[in-house]
């Protein structure tokens, strides 16, 4: 069990709001790191849908029970991350790994284009692209190929989450890990915008995201940006550039309902997720015989 990662003595988690979820063969561990929160589950673990709104009440408590303030993106990509794999949508943030760890990095443009596409950025550094394709379906990634998918603040602005998460699990190799990091709206520039319910996921995969495009940039464009004066106008010309907005949000509720669902699909471990600042970071490692569901 991933419990090992952090060492924390039994007595750090008995504070009050453990009693009466210990006894979930679920949980293993939930406990908070001075501004960040951590939440274990077993190999196998399958997260009950009647626990999440005590854990999710858990996880914004901020406790300085148990300080360990190395335990980031870093510290759990050297835990996890080996041999070789992708990161996708890298741009400027790649997420730094141990030196023998080799990385490729995918992005659905070269970098000529994508500096044209984010303006904003001009003055950044860029990661060197590996392979151009398109990060939600790996069409030039071969099956069980690749030891881990790294996808740092990119499923928020995939169109469908769920064939995206069927994309990483497919390139895996078995016992892979899926290392992903997804905004939390209360703390970003989401935080007007109302959370994505879990039919939704479920509508644009079996329908399409056409359906549904529209009134996503439609938002962006009245809550992110606010545009009173030209709200039309103005998502016009981000639908038609194809512009990379957020088209789904989550809060910790609903991102642990939408991960209950896609274990419950695609049969993956838990292995780690972390609250850390604004931002949830997830380890998933595909299991050694995968079966999945058709989706």
Partial sequence: MCASVTNIPQE???????KGLRSHKCLVAIVTLDSSSLYFTPKGGVLMKQLVTRMSRLLRIRHDRVKNPSLDRVYLANQYLSGSGLEIGALHHPLPVHATV???YVDRMGEAELRRHYPELQEQHFVPIDIVDNGETLSL?????QDFVIANHFLEHCED???????FFRVLRPGGIVYLAIPEKTSTFDRDRPVTPLEHFWEDHRSGPQHSRWAHYREWAELVDKRCDDLETHALRLLN???SIHFHVWDQSSWLLFLHSMQQTFGFHIEVMLRHGVEIIN?????????????
């Fill in 141 to 145: 990634v071969n099956d069980a190929s």
């Fill in 102 to 104: 080799r990385v490729r």
């Fill in 283 to 295: 380890v998933l490692r595909k299991v050694e015989s995968q079966t999945k569901e058709t989706v």
């Fill in 161 to 167: 989450p769920i064939s995206t998460l069927g994309t």
């Fill in 241 to 243: 550039k194809n512009y």
């Fill in 12 to 18: 750090n988690l008995t504070i009050p709001e453990m």
